[in-house]
């Protein structure tokens, strides 16, 4: 198998993929266009920030499996890879501590204006008065929006820097903020009016595009702290700038609207980085983070090779349209399942799903078949008179 990594990795993941037999390539300066015209013959591509278009997965014939080494996969056309049956697995949950760490240097630089400070230090000017005005994090409230392992990360170093922290996301209850030791906000509009500082940490979907907009900055407090290092997307730019002026927000962002996907570009908005404390998206870019992705990357391959599924799919999808089970008892021979299969096709039957489990001594096997329509009687009854099935069974799924 040809695998192509399109992006820089941990030079431990070529190695480990040689190992498994793999053929393996580098070429971290494909940008999204020159992709299509390097994967004609690959079999399994590694991104990271790089845009796997859908004129990439149209031009690779033989790709089956794409790897987001990363937890966010809107970088990738999810369509184009269903529509061709192609896996998509990401790596979640390996930089989870190199962002809560950005994310809490971001705040602190922020507050203190580290990054403004700096610039005029180097531009020979001693500003101490200006600089020197900041509120201070202790005892202060941090509204932790989406709540999943990054953001409880940051919980837990924002509560170790003595701040008050509430969260919310959509699938955290006041019992599990309790938990957790933190406050509950039932709705964005309320954590922003509770809030002292602000930090972001949800995935981009169609329904968190501008998740934080208008409506949230009018709600926070004057001279609040607002600190993004999800996605760029999840927050209306525009409404963002309006709140820095009239507000006097301070922000730090690790992510923008519309940034470049490759690792050195020319960047278009200014006006914004001019008015904020910003990074050039390296929340996951921590020698520590990359160990570990670089481990997740070659798991999800020898998944992949051990089982045909791979790790951490997330084009997979949850809910069966199948209303019927149909399982099959059969003697394990060569053309059992042929011959079943064959006379679902006969019935216009769909099969869904199939698992096959061999029993020990190989003599005999349980074929189980998600099923979207009932066979016909004499179609179960064609299979029954088989002489290598030992019993067929059909019921309806609840």
């Known amino acids: 198998m040809k695998v192509l990594i399109a992006d820089k990795l941990s030079d431990k993941t070529v190695s480990a993929l040689t190992a498994l037999g793999m053929e393996v390539t580098v070429n ?25 278009t ?25 369509a184009s ?9 990401n790596c979640p949950g390996k930089n989870t501590e190199a962002v809560a760490e950005l994310a ?38 941090l509204g932790i929006i989406g709540f999943g392992a ?32 933190i406050g509950f906000a039932p709705d964005l509009l309320s954590l922003a009016k509770q809030s002292d500082a602000v930090s972001v940490h949800v995935a981009y979907k169609p329904e968190t595009n501008h998740l934080i907009g208008r409506d949230f900055f009018d709600a926070m407090k004057s001279g609040g702290i607002f600190v993004n290092t999800s996605r760029g997307e999840v927050v209306d730019t525009t409404a963002l700038i309006e709140a820095i002026r009239s507000k006097s927000l301070r922000v730090g962002l690790d992510v923008f609207e519309g940034e470049p996907a490759g690792g050195e570009a020319a960047f278009a908005d200014k006006e914004l ?36 599924v791979p790790l951490n799919t997330v084009n997979i999808r949850t809910r069966s349209s199948a209303t019927q089970s ?60 088989d002489e290598n099935i030992i019993e067929v069974a059909l019921k309806p799924l609840a």
């Open 326 to 385: 149909l399982v099959v008892r059969h003697y394990n021979r060569v053309g059992v399942l042929a011959g079943v299969l064959d006379k679902l096709k006969r019935a216009g039957v769909n099969v869904e799903e199939m698992t096959n489990i061999i029993f020990e001594a190989s003599k005999a096997a349980c074929c189980t078949l998600l099923i979207d329509a009932a066979p016909p009687k004499e179609i179960l009854s064609e299979m029954s008179k």
């Open 28 to 52: 971290s300066d494909l940008s999204a266009d020159d992709l299509p015209g390097s994967v004609h013959d690959t079999d399994i591509l590694v991104v990271r920030s790089t845009k796997v």
């Open 150 to 181: 990054i953001g409880k990360a940051v919980a837990s170093r924002a509560m170790a820097m003595e701040m008050n922290v509430i969260g919310w996301s959509k699938s955290l209850s006041k019992e599990i903020a309790e938990a957790y030791g």
């Open 81 to 89: 890879a269903n529509t061709r049956g192609i896996y998509v697995s």
């Open 54 to 78: 859908s004129k990439t997965i149209e031009s690779a014939k033989r790709l089956s499996l794409i790897i987001r080494a990363g937890a966010g996969v809107n970088t990738i056309d999810l």
């Open 104 to 141: 809490l240097g971001l705040l602190i630089a922020a507050d203190r204006q580290i990054a403004n400070a700096t610039y005029a230090l180097r531009d020979g000017v001693w500003k101490k008065k200006a600089y020197g005005k900041s509120r201070g994090l202790k005892e202060r409230t």
């Open 273 to 308: 980085a001019n008015l904020v404390t910003a990074t050039p998206h390296i929340g996951a870019s921590t020698d520590q983070a990359s160990e570990a992705i670089a481990d997740e990357v070659v798991n999800i391959v020898k998944s992949y090779l051990a089982t045909g």
